[in-house]
């Protein structure tokens, strides 16, 4: 989904990020616009839910996330239908049958310390009335979430996450996990159908025996026990599944049905706590977290026993990264409903990071895309959580600074809630003399020209537009799915041409010399074929994915679509000032800016011309064919989970027919499509006389057959 350079630069931006949330009231300029967070969430959804290889820890990710939530809720007209605060989750892998869980899998909200415990269980008081409330404690499992379906006894389906709503269907490889009965007597319950969630997980010591397998098998390990599981899930080999000894820890009931009356089975009362649900799942043969849970009344007891769960968490055979906390009553958790988001009878601890010493033996200086200069460290590889590190990203000199580095230091590093790793601190006291100062570099480690920090950022950044590793990865960015999408041209094959000269620049892309490719190790006549008609294809792209290719500055998917909504032709944007280009939605004075500069480079224009000379289109076709339909100048928005289209389907037909698509609910809406299970939108439509609220069925009317 994300290519090795569009990553590279979204890595950036999170540093950038982070170092502004971090900053707290010290910061005052924001290091993008808003869009830039977004597409920062989207980046690091994927990595965590599709790759199971996240590049922060879950405590930076809330960070980030609660900072954008805090943006739009200050400024509503700021949420867009697309925004990670309004959905659950991210992508999916395409392998495996989707099927639709049967309640959302949510998130939970997040708590790294007591205070912000403490604040969860008075709204959970003020809400349900009571003086003191009884929780249920329970281990937080480092694994792979899946969802189990049993029918009639018997199991039916199981299913990983993927993005909440939607996961891959993976029953025959759960069946092959031993912890998982094939059959449960649920009726014995009156239950007729139930879905169970829970988690994958391989222990520490099956962990060990399989990595040193492959060890001996000349096959990189994994990372840690929980790659391994999530892994293991989307293989299709079944019997590997089954050498792997998978476990599963089943810990939510999230949906059950009754017997019919009539049915003469056997009836006893479903339980009515949380507690009371996993002695269920125990007695029929899950291997529920019933032993590790416990039953307390009141925050103070949860604190105790989430300190006492901590202290031994390293004795434990399979890896927890903290404790979960429930409203143990479920007609309580039925009061208390839930957010888009998250339930709000849960709340998830996390414990304190892991830490362990190394030392700083070298620097290393990446150039992005955009010219920003990042430092990486070389430290000598230790083990920190399971995971072995060798590489720690350390955001811009100012850090270097601030941390107090040199080469050779003894340093303190930490897997930030279990993920990425920082420096925490150096030891200066145990310098010998020996140690050497970092030198940030004047110049371009590529190109050499000099290098400048703009104004209020604290990047250093090449200017040089022609410079190799700025060029390389700008191609790699428009190539990329998000962009053009032109299949079969990864990073590899741009790396390839244009070391060999094939490929200098954007345009070059539909100018190569296939003859000479053809002479290249592994390009036969059905790879070259493919490529070209990749390339062909590409060329007539939407007008939006164009603008995102060109990897204008702070520019990210949805504000690309809404600059190409504003013209018939790309060039178009050569007589728009800045205050124009402020005027339209999430676009502000950073990204104004940005965007005219861009096209009063005559480099850039020359490009564009290049491009549309090779048969590329610049026009917005859409917009040409469509701006006038019987939709023409009403604004839409929708909510909740719609029964006949998807949402993507349904913004689609708007546009068709001259409408827009805009992200929050304000003035300046015309209509909010309410769909099952709507939220605050809803609400907040509701206190606007203007906005008209329409269902889906009123929706489909409205467009022409």
Known sequence: MYQSAESKELQQQTIDWLSFVTAGESATTLPGDVESLRDILRFHEYRYYVQNDPLISDSEYDGLYKFLEGLEKKDPSLITVDSPTQRVGAGLVSEFLKVEHLVPMLSLENSYNEADLIDWDRKVRDLSKLPAVEYCVEPKFDGASISLVYDNDRIFRSATRGDGVVGDEITLNTKQIKSVPLGAKFSRYGIDQVEIRGEVLINKKNFKAYNDKLVEEGIPPFANPRNSAAGSLRIKDTAEVSRRNLEVFLYHVSYLSAIPTSSSATKNDTPQ??????????????????????????????????????????????????????????????????????????????????????????????????????????????????????????????????????????????????????????????????????????????????????????????????????????????????????????????????????????????????????????????????????????????????????????????????????????????????????????????????????????????????????????????????????????????????????????????????????????????YLVVGADAGSKLEKAKKIQSIKIINEEDFIKMIPS
């Open 273 to 670: 706590t949380h507690s009371g649900m996993l002695e269920m799942l125990w007695d029929l043969g899950f291997r529920s977290p019933k032993k590790e849970m416990k039953v307390v009344l009141g925050i103070g007891q949860v604190m105790e026993y989430v300190a006492e769960f901590e202290s031994k968490r390293d004795e434990l055979p399979y890896e927890i990264d903290g404790m979960v906390i429930k409203v143990n009553d479920l007609h309580l958790q039925d009061r208390l409903g839930m957010t888009s988001h998250h339930p709000r009878w849960a709340m998830a601890y996390k414990f304190k990071a892991r830490q362990a010493s190394s030392k700083l033996i070298g620097i290393e200086f990446q150039v992005g895309r955009t010219g920003a200069v990042t430092p990486v460290a070389k430290i000598a590889p230790v083990a920190v959580g399971g995971v072995t590190v060798g590489s720690i990203s350390i955001h811009n000199e100012d850090y270097i600074r601030e941390k107090d580095l040199m080469i050779g230091d003894a340093i303190l590093i930490e897997r930030s809630g279990d993920v990425i790793p920082q420096i925490v601190k150096s030891f200066p006291d145990l310098r010998t003399g020996a140690e050497t100062v970092i030198k940030f570099p004047t110049h371009c480690p590529v190109c050499n020209d000099q290098l400048v920090k703009p104004t209020g950022e604290a990047v250093w950044r090449c200017l040089n537009i022609s410079c190799r590793a700025q060029v390389v990865e700008r191609i790699i960015h428009f190539v990329s799915k998000d962009a053009m999408d032109i299949k079969s041209f990864g990073d590899a094959n741009v790396r390839k041409f244009f070391d060999l000269g094939l490929l200098k620049d954007i345009p070059g892309i539909y100018d190569l010399d296939f003859e000479a490719i053809a002479k290249l190790e592994g390009f036969g006549k059905k790879s070259i074929d493919n490529l070209t008609a990749a390339i062909e294809q590409s060329k007539g792209q939407p007008l939006h994915r164009l603008i995102y290719g060109l990897g204008i500055r702070y520019v990210g998917e949805t504000t690309a679509k809404t600059l190409a909504n504003a013209v018939n032709h790309v060039f178009d944007f050569k007589d728009f000032t800045e205050d124009a280009l402020k005027n339209m939605e999430d676009v502000g004075t950073k990204v104004a800016g940005s965007i005219y500069r861009f096209f009063r480079d005559e480099d850039n224009l020359e490009m564009l011309a290049k491009l549309e000379a090779s048969g590329v289109s610049l026009k917005n076709q859409k917009r040409q064919v469509t701006g006038m339909g019987n939709l023409n100048g009403q604004t839409f928005l929708f909510t909740g989970t719609l029964a006949q289209l998807k949402r993507t389907q349904a913004e689609e037909m708007v546009e068709q027919h001259g409408g827009k698509i805009i992200g929050g609910v304000s003035s300046k809406l015309n």
